[in-house]
T-cell receptor, first 114, second 113 residues
Framework: AQSVTQPDIHITVSEGASLELRCNYS??????LFWYVQSPGQGLQLLLK??????LVQGIKGFEAEFKRSQSSFNLRKPSVHWSDAAEYFC????????????FGTGTLLAVQP | DADVTQTPRNRITKTGKRIMLECSQT?????MYWYRQDPGLGLRLIYY???????NKGEISDGYSVSRQAQAKFSLSLESAIPNQTALYFC????????????FGDGTRLSIL
């Protein structure tokens, strides 16, 4: 069965520091992978997606993620965090094709210290 | 204007009441989805629809029903609300072509007393 694990429930970083949010997935075929961000009172906004090809994908707001098949991981990174990045981040895996259903991780809440 | 609009944004109601949450979209997408979000559980799929004649159950459909009135409208109903249905509900849409990302509304916060 498909599943997504985000091991870190809550992370705090200082503004300007680098960030890495972890995501591990379980899926039998080539996965379709997504990172979404949710700001307070808002819906989910797509940061980036991986379908195939280059395993390092660039997204909006300076985020990037790297697909590592051997580790079943799709970690999200940012070299320098801004206070406005404080939000909850969700990793998701999709089955693509006809149903395009998404399985979400439980989320990582990011706090940014001045 | 938002591409995916949910109404109401907030709702407080009592146990046993019938509630309808509405979702409309201007993206022209065929696929629409309803999720609920609970703290520590992420988002879980309730129902999804590929067109006005197609309705499919998700992983947690018990206690819910849906109606796809038009390509642009997808409603979620709680026939007799219970307190454990208190959650944040999201509508999402996606294009039909392949594994496209889903686009989310801003959510409806539902509290059942």
């Amino acid at each position: 069965a498909q599943s997504v694990t985000q091991p870190d429930i809550h992370i705090t970083v200082s503004e300007g520091a680098s960030l890495e949010l972890r995501c591990n997935y379980s899926y039998g075929a080539t996965p379709y992978l997504f990172w979404y961000v949710q700001s307070p009172g808002q819906g989910l906004q797509l940061l980036l997606k991986y379908f195939s090809g280059d395993t390092l994908v660039q997204g909006i707001k300076g985020f990037e993620a790297e697909f590592k098949r051997s580790q079943s991981s799709f970690n999200l990174r940012k070299p320098s965090v801004h206070w406005s990045d404080a939000a909850e981040y969700f990793c998701a895996v999709g089955n693509g094709g006809a149903t395009n259903k998404l399985i979400f991780g439980t989320g990582t809440l990011l706090a940014v210290q001045p | 204007d938002a591409d995916v609009t949910q109404t109401p944004r907030n709702r407080i109601t009592k146990t046993g009441k019938r509630i309808m949450l509405e979702c409309s979209q201007t993206k022209g997408h065929d696929r629409m989805y309803w999720y609920r979000q609970d703290p520590g559980l992420g988002l879980r799929l309730i129902y999804y629809s590929f067109d006005v004649k197609d309705i499919n159950k998700g992983e947690i459909s018990d206690g819910y029903s849906v109606s796809r009135q038009a390509q642009a409208k997808f409603s979620l109903s709680l026939e007799s609300a219970i307190p454990n249905q208190t959650a944040l509900y999201f509508c999402a849409t996606s294009d039909r072509t392949g594994a496209q990302p889903q686009h989310f509304g801003d959510g409806t916060r539902l509290s059942i007393l």
